[in-house]
């Protein structure tokens, strides 16, 4: 009966720990859960093989309570039936054989009140028995949920750990790459590129510029010399 309180001890203490409670005082949750899901799954393996045991006990008991009570039973058909012999034997005169009988029937008796004192005092263990089979089962059962509770607190606890690591690096990500910065190396080869294109567009306007005063010249050329045969024209008539 000891090391069946001891069991119920330990599946009432294991069955009222408050999880949320534990992860707040714990420095990384996430190997304590481990832990704990460690521990609950020995735990429940020792305390199924301990329910199963005392199960096993209450059934051996109730069924040699069962063999006592059928006993008891055979031992009191035994009585009548002998007792009924030695009415018949004394109403037919035979006294002696009728004392017989009555005293088989006492024997019988005798043997049936001994089975009924045995199945008196066997039914308070056997309650008692059930009770603690009961409390064992629900006790195993509350364990069982406690540790899918614990299961599935771990996995949220690492999918939202990877979540934040994920999203870390995504914001660190996207403040290294920040295109509105001057400082960072994209800005800095952007102004450059920009600084040659400026450059391309003052050669292309000076060259622009020199082809044009060429073209002028040209056309003052022209001129001249257009005034030159006008005035030699003039000359020979």
Do not use: H
């Not at 509350?142 to 939202?160: F, H, P």
């Amino acid at each position: 009966m000891a090391e069946k309180q001891s069991i119920l001890g330990r599946i009432g203490q294991l069955a009222r720990a408050n999880i949320n409670s534990l992860l707040d005082r714990a420095e990384d949750p996430e190997k304590m859960l481990d832990q704990l899901i460690r521990d609950y799954t020995n735990n429940i393996a020792e305390a199924e093989t301990a329910v199963a045991q005392t199960i096993g006990n209450l059934r051996l008991a109730e069924r040699d309570q069962e063999e006592d009570k059928a006993a008891a039973a055979d031992w009191g058909n035994k009585a009548a039936a002998a007792s009924a012999k030695a009415e018949e034997l004394r109403s037919q005169g035979n006294t002696a054989e009728a004392d017989r009988f009555d005293n088989l029937a006492k024997v019988a008796i005798t043997k049936q009140i001994s089975y009924e004192q045995e199945i008196k005092d066997q039914e308070p263990l056997i309650t008692s028995q059930r009770e603690v089979v009961d409390k064992l089962k629900s006790g195993l059962e509350t364990m069982k949920q406690k540790l899918s509770e614990l299961k599935n607190k771990r996995d949220q606890l690492v999918a939202r750990a990877k979540t934040a690591a994920a999203q870390s690096k995504v914001q660190s990500a996207v403040s290294s790459i920040n295109i509105m910065d001057p400082t960072t190396e994209l800005s800095r080869f952007e102004e450059r590129v920009r600084r040659e294109e400026a450059m391309a567009q003052g050669r292309a306007e000076l060259a622009t510029d020199s082809l044009d005063a060429q073209f002028a010249e040209l056309g003052d050329s022209s001129v001249d010399a257009e005034v030159a045969a006008r005035l030699a024209a003039l000359k020979n008539k």
